[in-house]
Every structure is written in C-alpha cells, then in structure tokens.
C-alpha cells in the first residue's frame, strides 16, 4: 500500500490524537490530522490579546511576559530571560515599568557583596530590552488610553504589530516553514493572520464608531478569535489521512483501520440529554418547525456512519478496542465487533494483553528497532541473557554513519552512573582556593550531601530570585531589628531590665520605617499585604524583645555582644583550621549574643542563637556534623580567651563596644588587631593589650591537647562554658481556659517560647540564670527538683562540653579534609522520615532516584543523648581514624 491508500479513523479524535501523532512521527509515517483546530494557543493572537492584557492588568508580571514570550518580537530571547530575572528579583509592576528614567535597582537585590564591575554594563542591557518591549506600547497606548472609537482601536492594534515587528516575523515564519516542506506550519500562521485581520474588519463594521474600552475591546477580540478554527488542507498526496468517523469522506481507500470500538463510542451513546422528548418533537414538527432528529432517526444515521465507514476499504479493515479505561476500569468491545465476528467467522480477534514479549522486534522503522535494542543491552549489561540476532542488529546500526554516533552515546550510557565524579586535589584547591574561606553553615551543608555543597559554593549555582517574603527573609528581618535595638540600648545606655513596652512598640516602629524607607524596592514596603506583614513583625519583636528583658531581669548574666562575628572585620578573627595536610581552612560567622557572668570559678559564658523557627539542639545532628554552629562558637570563643591570656577581657564593656565598632567602620583593620582608641580613661583598655592578637588557628589532631590546656586552672580569669541556646522569634498562640488570668497566660507563653539547647548541669548555675526557678524553668531547659537536685534536663557537665567542642573540632577538620579532596559525592543523609533532600533546590542538578543502583542515602541511627555521650567519650580515648581524621558518621558512613 502506499501511505495515500491507507487511513485511520475514530468517533474521538481528541482522543487519539496525541498518541497517533507521536507514534507515526516515530515511525516516520507521513500523515495528515483532519479536524478544525483552535487558534487561541497561536503566538499571533497571544501577542494581540497579551498586549491588552497588560493595561487591562495594569503591567501584571504574567501579562508582560506572555506577550514578551511570542517570538514575534524583535527582542533577542536570551534578553527577554534576562529582563524577567531581573523583574521577579525586584518585585516590578505597574508604573514602574513606564518611568523615563532608567531602573537602577541592584541586579542581586538581597546580595551582601559590593555590585560587580560588570553590573553598569548589565543594566544597560536590561534597560535597552525593556525599552524596546515598552516604547511601542506606550505609544498604542496614548492612541487607545481612556476609550476611542473601534476603529481607532484596530487601526492602534495593526500599527503596534506591524511597528514591533510581528507582522514581518509572521511572513519569516511562514516562509521557514514552507521552505523545510511543513507545509501545514506555513499554512497554519498564513491562516491565522488572515482570521486575525478578518476579526479586525468585523469589528470595524460592527462597532466602527462606537467609543470602547481596553477591556470590553479585549473581551471582544476573545470572544471573536474563539469562534475561529484553522481548517487545514493535506499539504502532501501521499500521506495517511487521520480524520473523525463524521468527517470521513469516501474516496479511494484501500486499508482503513478503525480505533476505540467500544460500546457507548461505536456507536455513540445516544441517552436521553435533549430538553425535547420525541413525542415533543414530533408535534413541533407537525406545525412546521424544523427540529434535529427524534432518537430513532439519530439512531438510523449513527448505524449507517458505520456502514460508510466498514465499507470504505477496498482491501483491509481493522478494528482495534481498549480493554480497560486509564483508570484501569474494564471496557466492553462494542456491538460492531460481536456483529463483524458473526458475518465474517474468518476474522481473526488478536490480543496483546497477556502476550510474551518477542526476542526479536518485527521488521519496522529503523528508531523504534533501536529504542527496543537499547532495553535489550540493558538487561543484557544486568545480566540477563538476550537473542543472538540483537548483536547483529546492533552492528547494522553501528555500520551506518547516521547512527553510529548514537551507538556509541548507548554504550556510554550503559556504564553510565548517577554519581559526581570525584575532583582531583588540585581541581579542588582552584575552585576554593587556599586558603579555602567558608561558614559553619556551609560545613553543616557539606555533612547533609557533599553534592549539594558543591553545586552552591562550589559551581555557585542559585535559584532565580523572586521578589517575595519568606520565612527565612522574616527571620533576617527579625535578626537585624534585634540587634539594631540591642546596639541602641548600648549606645543610650538603658540597661534590658529597664524596658518598657511602650517605649520599646515605639523604638521598634522607628526602626522597622527607617528599614523600609533605606531601599528604593523593599519587599515589606511594597503593598498593602505586606505592610500588614510588617506590622505582624513588629509585634513579634516587641513580644520578643519584652522576652529578652524578662529572661535578663530573672538571671544573673548580662549581655557582652551582639552580632559578634568571626572574620576579617569581626570581633575575632576567622576560625582557622590547619589540616594535616597543609591546607587551610578559615571559617566565619557570627553569633546573635553572647551573655556572661563573673562568678569566684571565672567567668561563665553562654551563647545565644535567634531562630524564627522552633528549632532545638539534637546533640545526634551535633555527632553527625549537621549542626555545629553553636558548639563551634563556643569553643572558638574558649579557645580565643584562652590564647589571649586572662588578663584580657572577654568583651568590651557596653561603651567600648559602641566605640570599637565606629573605629572598625572608620578604619578597617586586619582581623585580630583592634585596638581601642579614643574611648576615654574609664572605658580604655585597663591591660593597654590588643584583643584577640591570635590568629586563631588550630590543628584538628592537636585538638585534645589544646582543649587539656583549657581545663588547666581555676582562678578567676578562667572562661566557663555556661551553655548554648535558641531564642525563639515568634507570637505563639497559646491554647487556655476561658478563666485563665493574665499571669497564667503569661507564663503559658513564656513555658512555648522557653530557650532550647545545652545548659551546664550545675545546679547554682542554673540558678543564676533563673533566680525564679521553681520545678521546670520558664527560660532554659533544665528543671530542679524539690529537693534541690537537677532534675530532667538539656544539660552536660563540663567535661562532656570540653569533649564536645573536641569532637565538633576533629569533624571540622575531617570535613575540610573531604572537600579538599574532591568528594563531591551525591550523597544526602537519612535519620528516620528525614532526608537531606527534604529542602534541597538542586534535586533536579542532582536526579538522586533511589531506583538507581549507585544512589542510595547515607543512613544515621537515630542517636539518643546517652549514645552520644557514649560514643563520644570513646572517641575521646582514640581517635576517629588511625590518623585521627576520619569522620564518624557524618561523611563516611553509608
């Protein structure tokens, strides 16, 4: 048969469509779709309802981009992506978009980092983009703005497609595809050119001098392009014709094959929908109304449809049924089937339900032999044996030119593994560098999937920024309001247990209007949702900073730092680690608070985290390096004392501090070096010493040695660990009786927002940071019993907090040993129901797919406090690894 001889019909195109499509395209059959087909998806009429759409939704995000998307305008595309990154960053709409001045909004609006040399030459290109897109449309605006006359309106609308250049595009189209012989592509944009300009006439005629708006005219034109389908003629003579059963026409067809003859389709369930009964119909009709059919009459024309069609082919027909639905729901073969069988006993009904597979394809076209080839050197590459003739298949295709280059992506793709290979030692050191600048944060990241860490500090991969509010912008946002005010108290010189609420409402207010008004494009500040928002923030501030002075006023330790930070410009200098290799790792950060206390044993130290959310310290997650901030702080700070020497202080008094920080801004020094200048005789540095001269730097096998040095001694110049907690961020609502007073659902709140984390299991000290302890604390967690013991809590003594920070060092160590080797392996942990991946963005740079052989999760036991004190004491009398940098558990274990 040649391709004219044969056709495939169906009472359901919509059906079957698709799938004929893609099958015979697979197959490289020739073929023809019959039907009418909708225009709306078409990118000429898109541009013309989209360039509406964007005055009617007043520069909407979506609107814009739809039309900006048509490739009809002459904007380059890689220009057009770039203008839409750059508006969700920056949250622009509305009349922004029309200024005359050029934007200036920053290209990485939430970027801590200086803008790039680069940057003046990338808005340049963003502006010449946008006015390109924008300069047409404000002036077909000025033409149609306030309502015109309907032929005003389309006479606008044809100048702003033939001025962006569309008109001239569409023409180019056409033209491409007709000479790439599609046929049917160039027919289809000449078509819907000609009904667009058609819809244009009607209207003229219709409404020519009628005033309208930009919305009834765009209803309109909606309205109008609806009631328009492309009919499309075969562009070829040969070719297999696709058609519904209703369209079918009869000409000479010699093989036709019929698709879904099920009962209810073939024929055509004819229930009992119609307003009209029959016998209505047939008394309408006895007075002369022209009416559709009664059900007999329908009945008689669906039967003689299949008559037409059964009898079309002069040489083959066939019939083919699902058996089931796409819910798995069973289907019955129609009647047609049944009646087929009793006229012709010789037709054979074929099956390929429960058929075995074929070793060998049957002859057919040369892409889906290969696509079966390629399963069958799956299994045969898994093991499992497979025909001899696919080895001679195989070399049929790897013989021609055309398809030899595939063969060889095949085999490639057998020993094809879903892991990162592993970057050598001098890779690595170019990508990080040495030394290698990082965070504990990004350590913690590394222990999570050392995959991750790698595409997001190593590739520098980012998701595209979308000009929003989240609960992680909440929390930065909380952070720096909290430290503002801290560093004002500190400069008024109000201590936290004088606040009042009042007072602290109206400092807060000030400071989150002066953050609002310091950035031309403020997410808070930018509608009326989000200024509510902020008025949410503010109280969960002041509730926050009320709480803050409460915790104070009922402790014996007092706040010695905000924002402290490691690093080149911070307090300390960067946390270095000296691997045993040589290289060197520096890490910063910074710590919301630190608090402290001066007692006859030294001084007690405790650092205080702010988080938004509920978070607690699992001292499991601290084992496997998921969380290593807060210890890492704090014997950062223990060993910085330490190396000081006692004479210094820990921190600066509250006067010291404000001024140290004004002569870092005025001039910047190197890390550890800050002296203290012009703070006057009573805040002076009483030693005259520089603070904090070490460097820092700490060798993660020498860690037991130095941390034996830190227990040495016991006068007062001694630094204690007191503890490390999260402050919660939040305005919990609190679940109590209607009779509850005040003071209870006061201490309701305070028992939801109480600090989570790791105190020192010392009665008097907990004590002294909850003088009004009595049973469970309301701050901390710890709790004392009636008879004055310590009763259930987070604690540890200090021995176990000294083993800790040596256990949090030698992980570091090992870590930075890890990355610096080039293990940038798709690894991500497991602990119960979590996973690294539960928040990770990269799943789709990574494809981790556990159906994969070489893609499991690294799988961490669930470790209870008494485990891990256990392990970790084990671990305190021999090291890690032989070498004393192994990695327990974090890395290693799988």
């Known amino acids: 048969f040649r391709f004219r001889d044969i056709a495939v019909t169906m009472r359901n195109p919509d059906d079957y469509g698709s799938i004929v499509k893609s099958v015979f395209t697979r197959y490289g059959i020739p073929y023809f779709l019959d039907g009418k087909r909708d225009i709306d998806g078409h990118p000429l009429i898109i541009f013309i309802l989209s360039a509406l759409d964007i005055f009617t939704s007043n520069w909407s995000y979506e609107a814009v981009f739809r039309y900006a998307k048509t490739g009809l305008l002459s904007i380059d595309r890689q220009d057009v992506d770039i203008l839409e990154n750059y508006v969700l960053a920056n949250g622009i709409r509305g009349s922004i978009w029309t200024r005359e001045e050029d934007w200036d909004y920053p290209v990485e609006p939430d970027s801590r980092k200086e803008p790039s040399e680069q940057e003046p030459e990338f808005l340049d290109r963003i502006n010449a983009a946008r006015r390109k897109l924008v300069d047409p449309l404000t002036v077909f605006r000025a033409k149609t703005k306030g309502g015109v006359k309907a032929v005003a309106f389309c006479t606008a609308l044809y100048e702003l497609i033939c001025e962006t250049g569309a008109a001239k595009r569409i023409e180019e189209l056409s033209d491409m595809f007709a000479d790439a012989g599609m046929l049917d592509r160039a027919n289809e944009y000449r078509q819907v050119w000609n009904i667009a300009m058609n819809v244009f006439t009607q209207i003229v005629e219709v409404l020519g001098d009628e005033t309208i708006g930009s919305e009834r005219f765009s209803d309109i034109l909606a309205a109008g392009f609806a009631g328009h389908k492309m009919g499309l003629i075969p562009p070829s003579l040969d070719q297999v014709l696709v058609g519904s059963m209703e369209r079918a026409r009869s000409h000479d067809i010699k093989a036709l094959y019929i698709l879904g003859a099920n009962e209810g389709v073939l024929p055509g369930n004819l229930g009992g929908d119609s307003l009209l009964s029959d016998s209505d119909r047939d008394s309408l009709q006895q007075i002369g109304l022209e009416l559709a059919g009664n059900t007999q009459s329908r009945i008689l024309e669906e039967r003689f449809m299949i008559y037409m069609a059964l009898a079309t082919p002069s040489r083959y027909l066939w019939l083919s049924y699902p058996a089931a639905d796409r819910d798995g729901r069973a289907l019955r073969p129609s009647r047609v089937i049944a009646e087929i069988k009793r006229i012709m006993p010789a037709a054979t009904v074929k099956s390929n339900v429960m058929a075995e597979p074929e070793n060998l394809p049957q002859p057919s076209a040369p892409e889906p032999v290969f696509d079966e080839m390629v399963s069958q050197l799956r299994r045969f590459y898994d093991g499992n044996r497979i025909h001899d003739g696919w080895k001679q298949i195989y070399g049929w295709f790897n013989d021609r030119p055309e398809w030899k280059d595939k063969c060889r992506a095949v085999l490639g793709g057998l020993d094809y593994t879903n892991q990162a290979k592993s970057l050598t030692a001098d890779r690595a050191l170019r990508l990080y560098g040495n030394p290698v600048f990082t965070s504990v944060s990004r350590m913690e990241t590394y222990a999570a999937c050392p995959f991750s860490f790698f595409v997001k500090y190593g590739l520098r991969a980012k998701e595209r920024k979308v000009f929003s509010f989240e609960q992680v912008d909440a929390g930065t946002f909380m952070h720096n309001i909290i430290d503002d005010f801290s560093r004002m108290l500190v400069k008024s010189e109000i201590g936290w247990r004088d606040l009042e609420e009042d007072w602290c409402r109206n400092e807060v207010s000030k400071l989150v209007d002066r953050y609002l008004s310091a950035k031309s494009r403020n997410v808070l500040g930018s509608s009326k949702r989000y200024l509510y928002l902020s008025d949410r923030l503010k109280r969960t501030v002041v509730k926050a900073l009320m709480l803050i002075s409460r915790h104070i006023a009922a402790s014996n330790f007092e706040p010695s730092g905000y924002e402290v930070e490691f690093g080149q410009n911070g307090r300390y200098p960067e946390i270095t680690i000296e691997l045993p290799s040589g290289e060197i790792i520096k890490l910063t950060g910074r710590i919301d608070r630190i608090d402290t206390m001066e007692s006859e044993e030294g001084t007690y130290l405790r650092i205080i985290d702010y988080k938004s959310g509920s978070r607690a310290l699992k001292l499991g997650d601290v084992y496997y390096g998921l969380q290593l901030q807060l210890i890492t702080y704090l014997d950062a700070v223990l060993e910085q004392h330490m190396k000081a ?95 509850s007073t005040e003071e209870e659902i006061e201490k309701a709140i305070m028992k939801e927002l109480r600090m989570k984390g790791l105190v020192l299991a010392d009665v008097k000290l907990i004590r002294d940071m909850d003088r009004e302890i009595s049973g469970d604390s309301l701050i901390i967690p710890a709790r004392i019993n009636k008879d004055g013991s310590l009763g259930r809590s987070s604690a540890a003594t200090e021995k176990q907090f000294r083993e800790l920070c040596e256990h949090v060092r030698k992980l570091l160590g090992s870590i930075g040993k890890s990355i610096l080797g080039g293990n940038v392996a798709v690894s991500p942990y497991k602990r119960q129901k979590m996973t690294a991946c539960d928040y990770c963005v990269y799943s789709s740079v990574c494809q981790f797919d556990t159906a994969m052989r070489d893609n499991r999760y690294r799988y961490l036991a669930d470790l209870d406090d008494e485990e891990v004190w256990g392990l970790i004491g084990e671990q305190g009398k021999a090291d890690l690894e032989a070498d004393g940098n192994g990695t327990p558990g974090a890395i290693a274990e799988t």
Do not use: W
């Open 645 to 739: 020497g006692p004479t210094v202080p820990l921190l600066p008094s509250a006067t010291e501090a404000l001024v140290l920080e004004q002569h870092m801004k005025a001039e910047p020094g190197s890390a550890g070096d800050y002296a203290v200048k012009d703070a006057g005789p009573e805040n002076s540095n009483p030693a005259g010493n520089k603070i904090n001269e070490s460097s820092g730097t700490y060798s993660p096998d020498k860690a037991g040695e130095q941390a034996g040095e830190n227990r040495q001694g016991a006068d007062s110049g001694r630094l204690l660990p007191a503890g490390v907690l999260y402050f919660r961020l939040s305005d919990p609502l609190i679940r109590c009786g209607r009779d």
